[in-house]
């Protein structure tokens, strides 16, 4: 029986785990993604003043 409980234990752990672990990879890609387009907003601000 608690051989049982255990091995539920491990599998819920692991889910969790998961989860966490791709919601910080979500966010990760996010923020990397949003410096990069506000790095490419100045960019093309700086080239049109200077046209």
Same mark, same amino acid.
């Given at each position: ?26 966010? %990760?890609?996010?923020?990397? %993604? ?18």
């Amino acid at each position: 029986m608690n051989h049982r409980q255990d091995e539920r234990l491990i599998i819920v752990e692991t889910a969790i785990y998961r989860v966490f672990v791709m919601i910080y990879r979500i966010f %990760s890609d996010l923020e990397f %993604s949003s410096k990069n387009l506000n790095r490419t907003t100045l960019t093309v601000r700086c080239d049109a003043r200077d046209v």
